[in-house]
Nanobody, 125 residues
Framework: QVQLVESGGGLVQAGGSLRLSCAASGLTLSRYAMGWFRQAPGKEREFVAAISGSGSTLYADSVQDRFTISRDNAKNTVYLHVNSLKPEDTAVYYC???????????????????WGQGTQVTVSS
């Protein structure tokens, strides 16, 4: 059974930083592209960042240069470093896995095969 378990969310002031983690079990991480999506209240879930099995990355324009996605295949864990946080970054952040393997494919919700349960990030102004 595949599980993606996020952690690291919390309440932070604007300009602050967090490190989100996604621990995967039941799958071999190197065979999947991994990504992060987020969903704010009343809004649709949106793409944030993706990383391919080979390490290529893709970011949404709104987080480019502020967020960094990385992976540790040996630990079966994916990370999202979120810096220079803004109130509009407030959302539930979801980890996702796609067997399409490329970062571009990971950026499409329709290509997500597995979801985590989400971790809340709240940024105060």
């Amino acid at each position: 059974q595949v599980q993606l378990v996020e952690s690291g969310g919390g309440l932070v002031q604007a300009g602050g930083s967090l490190r989100l983690s996604c621990a995967a079990s039941g799958l071999t991480l190197s065979r999947y592209a991994m990504g992060w999506f987020r969903q704010a209240p009343g809004k649709e879930r949106e793409f944030v960042a993706a990383i391919s099995g080979s390490g290529s990355t893709l970011y949404a324009d709104s987080v480019q240069d502020r967020f960094t996605i990385s992976r540790d295949n040996a630990k079966n864990t994916v990370y999202l470093h979120v810096n220079s946080l803004k109130p509009e970054d407030t959302a539930v952040y979801y980890c996702a896995a796609s067997d399409f393997r490329t970062a571009q494919a990971m950026g499409r919700i329709a290509n997500v095969k597995y979801w985590g349960q989400g971790t809340q990030v709240t940024v105060s102004s």
